[in-house]
T-cell receptor, first 113, second 113 residues
């Protein structure tokens, strides 16, 4: 059974700090990795995707992937109160063209002024 | 462009009643996904369609749940009869066939009394 694990949190960081969110996955055949942000009462929205080992930066967000360790993380630099949300990690295999993702249960992030 | 449209946004019903949730995917998207989200289980994939054809319904909880996609612009998720444990937020998402990014609708909050 494919599993995606995240610490449920909440992770509390002060404004301006770096928030580090972590995700581990069990399926070694996974090829695509996504981070979604979900505000309370809203739907998930994609903020980052990463497909190869290493870092991928987009503004204040950096996704890090280590396939050997089956680990993907999201760093948020200069955290703002508006970043307070639940962050969902999603992992998708590429075998047979499958589009079926597995989502983690999410980590709640609180950025306090 | 309009995003994924879901209706109703909120539904309150009594146990035993039939519930029908509706989804209009983004025009041109060929993959459609139905998810259920609860605090206890997180975001669960129920079923997904590719070119209007159900590809994987292994996430459908039981025979009380059924989903259809009669054309490229409309899908329904039906629960009959509904039970209190079906109370959750149901999301519909769509994606272009050649890509992996999913775009989520606003969700339907279902409460079964």
């Amino acid at each position: 059974q494919k599993e995606v694990e995240q610490n449920s949190g909440p992770l509390s960081v002060p404004e301006g700090a770096i928030a580090s969110l972590n995700c581990t996955y069990s399926d070694r055949g996974s090829q695509s990795f996504f981070w979604y942000r979900q505000y309370s009462g809203k739907s998930p929205e994609l903020i980052m995707s990463i497909y190869s080992n290493g870092d991928k930066e987009d503004g204040r967000f950096t996704a890090q992937l280590n396939k050997a360790s089956q680990y993907v993380s999201l760093l948020i630099r200069d955290s703002q109160p508006s970043d307070s949300a639940t962050y969902l990690c999603a992992v998708r295999p590429l075998s047979g063209g499958s589009y079926i993702p597995t989502f983690g249960r999410g980590t709640s992030l609180i950025v306090h002024p | 462009d309009a995003g994924v449209i879901q209706s109703p946004r909120h539904e309150v019903t009594e146990m035993g009643q039939e519930v029908t949730l509706r989804c209009k995917p983004i025009s041109g998207h060929n993959s459609l996904f139905w998810y259920r989200q609860t605090m206890m289980r997180g975001l669960e994939l129920l079923i997904y369609f590719n070119n209007n054809v159900p590809i994987d319904d292994s996430g459908m909880p039981e025979d009380r749940f059924s989903a259809k996609m009669p054309n490229a612009s409309f899908s329904t998720l039906k629960i009959q009869p509904s039970e209190p444990r079906d109370s959750a937020v149901y999301f519909c998402a769509s994606s272009p066939i050649a890509q992996e990014t999913q775009y989520f609708g606003p969700g339907t909050r279902l409460l079964v009394l």
